[in-house]
T-cell receptor, first 111, second 115 residues
Framework: QKEVEQDPGPLSVPEGAIVSLNCTYS??????FMWYRQYSRKGPELLMY????GNKEDGRFTAQVDKSSKYISLFIRDSQPSDSATYLC???????????FGAGTRLFVKA | EAGVTQFPSHSVIEKGQTVTLRCDPI?????LYWYRRVMGKEIKFLLH????????ESGMPNNRFLAERTGGTYSTLKVQPAELEDSGVYFC?????????????FGSGTRLTVV
């Protein structure tokens, strides 16, 4: 079983839609939860991180962590064509230096 | 501030040959990481340097892979001899503080194809 499961998509939505991206995980030791965005031919770029459970909002982006269900989500409001990219969830243990990545979900936002 | 630079951006080599990838981290970043994504799989950790010391190399696939960071500045990752399954995108990342939540900055990656 993979430590982190993420639906690779692709996910195609119209401009302005609310996008929901999700990951599940199996390692209960994970405490740091991150979302990266990766454009084609570029490296991943950290979007948001959350420590333990709860919500975090940054502009049009909201990250949610439910540790009891081992489930994390990223919501994108008012999606724009420029949001078209691959979104990777990522996790790490406290004091850990390595990040465990999901497979990434390809998102297409159509104008 | 210049970002993390990796080169070459692409490399095509034959099975059995040697390839050396280079990463120049952001100046002043003590932590340097190598990750790899093979086709259809997740990005996976290879190793972590703090300055010139290997902090964790648990992700290195086998002894055909050798990473160095002489002087604590740039790093190289050598694959010798290369095998078909080594094909993928090799990412380097650096950070000033330790730990991924302090914000890795990734390079654009080296796309390695072994034929």
């Amino acid at each position: 079983q993979k430590e982190v499961e993420q639906d690779p998509g692709p996910l195609s939505v119209p401009e302005g839609a609310i996008v929901s991206l999700n990951c599940t995980y199996s390692n209960s030791a994970f405490q740091y939860f991150m979302w990266y965005r990766q454009y084609s031919r570029k490296g991943p770029e950290l979007l948001m991180y959350t420590y333990s459970s709860g919500n975090k909002e940054d502009g049009r982006f909201t990250a949610q962590v439910d540790k009891s269900s081992k489930y994390i989500s990223l919501f994108i409001r008012d999606s724009q064509p420029s949001d078209s990219a691959t979104y990777l969830c990522a996790m790490s243990e406290p004091g850990g230096f390595k990040t465990i990545f999901g497979a990434g979900t390809r998102l297409f936002v159509k104008a | 501030e210049a970002g993390v630079t990796q080169f070459p951006s692409h490399s095509v080599i034959e099975k059995g040959q040697t390839v050396t990838l280079r990463c120049d981290p952001i100046s002043g970043h003590d932590n340097l990481y190598w990750y790899r994504r093979v086709m259809g799989k997740e990005i996976k950790f290879l190793l972590h340097f703090v300055k010139e010391s290997k902090q964790d190399e648990s992700g290195m696939p086998n002894n055909r892979f050798l990473a160095e960071r002489t002087g604590g500045t740039y790093s190289t990752l050598k694959v010798q001899p290369a095998e078909l399954e080594d094909s993928g995108v090799y990412f380097c990342a650096s950070s000033q503080e330790g730990g991924p939540v302090y914000g890795y900055t990734f390079g654009s990656g080296t796309r390695l194809t072994v034929v």
